[in-house]
């Protein structure tokens, strides 16, 4: 199968009700840098937050090229999320905080690339509190610097603002995935609407966005800490962007893509994958088996010479939930053919799949969980 990535994330659901006031924080924050560190080599800033936050994101803004966010590291534990490159720097995030000493702890773990006077600016852009409230922090606007291998070159951190409050007050979580109780698949599903949403630099003011769990028209870190909050238990799966090529399990059941428009699966969870003229498509075979316990394989019988190209309009669903899992197979698709040279390739994949945006700066399938299962080549 070859991939044509894309800038979207995973399919997100979720309703609300009732108003919940923001809370204000009791203390500062600050950041500490080391005093000085070596060009490529690693090493963390020191990000102090009150100890009423259990959730953080906001932007490290370094001069373009100067240095990379590599890392994120809470200190007493919790949830962190892969630092996702913005202009002018890199958003961060994590959830499930806990305070250590009277604060929490977050280290910032960078790469500087050159050497210099190295400035960093951190900005705030949402916290909550263990429940999921949202939190109006005091200190939103931190810079440090940090000398870099002994070199002379001041080198500046562009200037940016925090984001300030959501337009409109958080309201109380319901299932994001469509089930009857908040779970860990509801949290899978938020955590790549986080992911595409923050690579698309399009975090708010997106009034339809299905990944606004709270519904206060940001799709943020508080998101995640109010559904996590919202589970009967909290379960931390595996995070992982890969997409891994492995043989073939023996599956539950079998969907045969035979279509290849973008359309959605008519009735989630019945055992059939068809959209609403009967037709199984890729997002209807995804969404069906992710509703379905066990391992599905999806296979390919389209109409057209190898490869066939599948166009998305907008992102697919998740690969995978904590009840299922699924292992698609391009291969499978008439007219194509597997490598079997020892040097170059005679391939010929069986599917080329399509995203709508111009740039690749996201992926088309976002596995959650490590035990999904998933081929691909090409």
């Not at 966010?69 to 892969?82: C, E, K, S």
């Not at 949403?197 to 943020?220: E, F, K, L, M, Y």
């Not at 109010?226 to 799966?237: G, K, L, N």
Request: glycine share 8%; aromatic share 4%.
């Amino acid at each position: 199968m070859r991939v044509t990535r894309l800038r979207y994330g995973a399919v997100l659901f979720a309703l609300s009700a009732f108003a919940l006031p923001a809370q204000a924080a009791s203390a500062s924050s600050a950041v500490n840098t080391p005093l000085q560190v070596s060009q490529g080599v690693v090493s963390a800033a020191t990000l102090r937050l009150p100890a009423s936050v259990a959730a953080v994101e906001g932007r490290v803004l370094v001069a373009p090229g100067t240095a990379d966010l590599v890392g994120v590291a809470p200190v007493r534990g919790g949830t962190a999320l892969t630092p996702v490159a913005i202009p002018d720097g890199f958003a961060f995030g994590a959830y499930h905080l806990k305070p250590k000493n009277g604060a929490v702890t977050v280290r910032l773990v960078l790469l500087p690339n050159v050497t210099g006077n190295l400035q960093m600016r951190v900005l705030i852009d949402a916290a909550a509190d263990k429940s999921g409230t949202p939190i109006a922090l005091g200190t939103t606007e931190m810079t440090a610097s940090v000398q870099v291998s002994g070199g002379k070159d001041q080198l500046a951190a562009p200037s940016g603002l925090a984001r300030g409050a959501a337009p409109r007050k958080a309201s109380v979580v319901t299932p994001a995935f469509g089930k009857a109780q908040v779970g860990p698949d509801d949290l899978d599903v938020v955590r790549a609407g986080w992911y595409a949403t923050h690579a698309a630099a399009t975090t708010c003011n997106q009034p339809s966005n299905a990944a606004d769990a709270n519904r206060d028209g940001c799709v943020d870190i508080v998101d995640l800490q109010a559904v996590a909050a919202a589970q009967r238990s909290s379960p931390q799966p595996a995070e992982t962007r890969s997409v891994a090529s492995v043989a073939a399990p023996n599956p539950v059941r079998t969907f045969t893509v035979v279509s290849t428009a973008d359309t959605p699966d008519k009735t989630p969870g019945n055992g059939l994958c068809a959209d609403a003229v009967g037709q199984c498509t890729l997002r209807a075979a995804l969404t069906e088996s992710n509703w379905l316990t066990g391992l599905t394989r999806i296979n390919f019988n389209l109409a057209g010479t190898a490869p066939v190209t599948i166009q998305l309009s907008s992102n697919l669903p998740n690969v995978g939930t904590s009840t299922s899992s699924v292992y698609v197979d391009g291969y499978s698709q008439p007219g194509s053919r597997v490598n079997d040279l020892a040097h170059g390739t005679d391939a010929v994949p069986g599917v080329e799949i399509r995203g709508a945006s111009a740039t690749s700066t996201d992926w088309i399938f976002y596995t959650p969980r490590a035990g999904t299962r998933f081929a691909a080549c090409c």
